[in-house]
């Protein structure tokens, strides 16, 4: 039976939540204008709120503020908690298992040492500590192991934010100590599921060891198989229509509540089953990215706020004598010197330079919500004192501030390797493209020559870390051969779809709407009265992503082309274009492709004087046209590429440049255009389907969706 809160509850519950929340965001972002984490401030609130001074200050008001009713405590615990579930959430959001696996030995050694040596000296310190700081009836050994927890695990979204803020995350150093963070967090997690099994049952046990692992090993299992695979079948479902941030939304949190159900009812604590719902939930290449933002809105807002100024109002400083105060100072003097020392060693092993090792001890040092965590899951369950709970909380907050400060010191003046620096001024380059991007690309196919001549294209233009679609279009219930094309991808993840030969079209659109970055489509001969195909036609009027239309070179005998030698790419300076020049420059950065620039200048064309320059004698059209080259050779050379340039003239600026590919030798032309609909079919623009339609090379057109 359910049983509602009085007025007066009521009122203080709403007013509980008013001052947390109010106080807690101003702290928090007090903290990020001095570049520290925000959790730092919203602990500091709940320090300030709770008993350490409001309850010395003001006891009357502490008193009414926050009374020892149980269910008025009960009621701000589930909201915390609440919060602290979907914090969880979006940290296994961030949680790349890909990375860790990828970043191999020297992740491996950075974790292992940063993980063992603080849990170590967590264990000794453990021991040491004296009996007042021992929950009621609390083993000692249990209480060893939460402080080794407490003092060893790192914090991942405390070290993302900070990495973030400082320009760091995508370098070298940086990759390893998030991949460190992670792993940091999933021990944890674990370490906490066992620990708190110990705890419930009074002592550390073989059989408490083996029901706890060998239920958390269940549950993993099903989780990241049967569980993923639900996963992907509701988040599809919910986007089959396009964006649904709202359906998106109720299938992150019913994931989160089933997770964390499941975990709960296994003796585990819910969170841990948050944290592995977020996990499943970034695994899923149907999710929307926009939900993330919304969960981490509502949480950095709302709900984490409310946990972390919770978790602050439950320290009582007031607690820590002069020998509770002579143990916070070894305690943070083991916690942050022997994660220090545990990753600078891991990363010299490891081959990293002393500098490196430096910032790797200094990152890893951040600690945050798991931490807290941990302190108020010992507190519940009576491992820790009110004056343990105290000192393990001080840690992320000293330590937190430590690593930002002393990070920020270490990287002064410091660039990294030539390399370094090349890939990350690719990376910040393909981040800003319009189609060449790192997002899913879907390849429709019948298994001819022309979806051949597409997925090379694809091959050659996309980074290798882009996974691929391979759509079979079956006709008359016979599936097209596709080996090929699954040889031409060989380098890339690559999955299969089939689909109707009378339906294609509208499975193909319905398909994109599923998280796809480009439709890659190869076409052959022209039909009547369409573009090139019943299909593309719909593809193209349908898509809400750019579509690349890749038109075989004529009299070609051979299943694939040769490998492009000269592209020649028209200059115009609108979107579509940049989008041609995309794709051009990628291929030439990835074979060494001449790449040749052109205008060619309208005779027909009125350029108004207005556009000339002062100091020239050039006509106008010239001026443009030279403006518009020096920008497109920029953005070359910013790609690696170092391009010919032509600014042609002629009254007939398709035949012009069907010229220019024939003269020039080319095996590839790349154009860009803006998809239209005339009279109830695409339109790419005359001199692209002039073009499509006169040019013996290659042809690749990207065209950009319909803007609505």
């Avoid at 429709?444 to 091959?459: F, K, N, W």
């Avoid at 024939?662 to 339109?683: H, M, N, W």
Wanted: aromatic fraction near 6%; glycine fraction near 8%.
């Amino acid at each position: 039976m359910l049983i509602p809160l009085d007025e007066h509850q009521l009122l203080v519950f709403w007013t509980q939540l008013l001052v947390l929340v109010s106080v807690a965001r101003l702290f928090g972002g007090l903290m990020r204008r001095i570049n520290l984490p925000s959790v730092i401030g919203q602990l500091a609130a709940g320090i300030i709120v709770g008993p350490s001074i409001f309850g010395r200050v003001w006891p009357a008001g502490f008193e009414w503020f926050l009374p020892e009713e149980e269910i008025s405590s009960g009621a701000l615990l589930a909201v915390s908690w609440l919060g602290v579930a979907l914090l969880l959430v979006t940290a296994g959001f961030e949680t790349d298992l890909g990375l860790i696996r990828s970043l191999g030995r020297a992740a491996a050694l950075v974790t292992g040492f940063s993980l063992v040596v603080p849990l170590i000296g967590g264990l000794l310190v453990g021991v040491a500590l004296p009996d007042s700081f021992l929950g009621d009836e609390a083993d000692r050994t249990v209480f060893a192991l939460f402080v080794a927890a407490a003092l060893a695990v790192s914090a991942l979204a405390v070290i993302a934010k900070i990495l973030s803020e400082l320009g760091l995350m995508r370098r070298d150093f940086g990759q390893i100590t998030v991949a460190a963070g992670m792993a940091n967090d999933v021990i944890g997690w674990v370490m906490l599921a066992i620990f708190a099994s110990f705890a419930a049952s009074g002592a550390v046990s073989v059989r408490v060891v083996l029901e706890t692992v060998l239920g958390l090993a269940a549950f993993l299992a099903l989780a990241m198989t049967v569980g993923q695979r639900l996963v992907d079948r509701a988040l599809r479902w919910v986007r089959r229509d396009g964006a649904n941030i709202a359906g998106a939304m109720t299938v992150v949190v019913v994931t989160m509540l089933v997770y964390g159900v499941a975990t709960q009812a296994l003796g585990i604590e819910a969170v841990l089953g948050a944290f592995v719902a977020g996990v499943v939930l970034h695994r899923s290449r149907f999710g929307q990215p926009e939900v993330l933002h919304h969960i981490e809105s509502l949480t950095t807002s709302l709900l984490a706020p409310i946990f972390f100024a919770t978790a602050g109002m439950r320290v009582d400083l007031g607690l820590l004598d002069s020998e509770a105060l002579r143990w916070v100072g070894i305690v943070l003097a083991v916690a942050i010197g022997a994660k220090f020392a545990g990753a600078f060693v891991g990363a010299r092993l490891a081959g990293q330079s002393p500098r490196a090792a430096v910032a790797l001890g200094a990152g890893l040092n951040a600690r945050g919500a798991l931490e807290i965590v941990i302190a108020s899951v010992g507190l519940s369950l009576g491992v820790f004192s009110e004056t343990a709970y105290t000192v393990i909380v001080i840690v992320p907050v000293v330590t937190s501030v430590f690593a930002a400060v002393s990070l920020r010191m270490v990287v002064r003046g410091w660039r990294g390797s030539a390399d370094e620096q090349e890939r990350l001024d690719r990376e910040k380059a393909l981040s800003q493209n319009l189609v060449v991007k790192s997002s899913r690309i879907l390849l429709p196919s019948r298994g001819g020559p022309a979806s051949i001549s597409a997925a090379q294209l694809v091959q050659f233009a996309w980074p290798k870390e882009a996974p691929a679609t391979l759509v079979s279009v079956v006709d008359g219930g016979e599936r097209p051969d596709i080996s090929v094309l699954e040889a031409v991808l060989n380098e890339r993840v690559v999955d299969h779809r089939s689909v109707s030969g009378s339906s294609a079209a509208a499975e193909i659109t319905a398909e994109s709407r599923l998280g796809y970055g480009v439709i890659a489509v190869g076409v052959a001969t022209r039909h009547e009265g369409q573009l090139y195909s019943p299909m593309v036609d719909e593809i193209l009027l349908n898509a809400t992503i750019p579509v690349v239309i890749v038109r075989r070179a004529r009299d070609l005998e051979r299943p694939l082309p040769a490998a492009f030698s000269r592209v020649v790419v028209p200059v115009t300076g609108t979107r579509s274009s940049s989008a041609a020049q995309e794709v051009a420059f990628s291929i030439a950065d990835q074979l060494g492709t001449e790449v040749v620039l052109t205008h060619v200048l309208n005779r027909k064309t009125f350029v108004p004087r207005v556009l000339k320059r002062r100091t020239s004698d050039l006509d106008p059209s010239e001026v443009v046209a030279k403006e518009l080259m020096d920008i497109a050779t920029l953005r070359a050379v910013e790609a690696g590429v170092w391009p010919r340039t032509l600014i042609p003239s002629s009254a007939n600026v398709p035949m012009a440049l069907v010229g220019v590919a024939k003269d020039e030798d080319c095996d590839l032309v790349v154009l860009g255009a803006q998809l239209r609909s005339v009279d109830g079919r695409p339109f790419l623009g005359h001199t692209v389907e002039t073009v499509l339609e006169q040019c013996d090379a290659n042809v690749a057109v990207v065209a950009l969706p319909r803007r609505s």
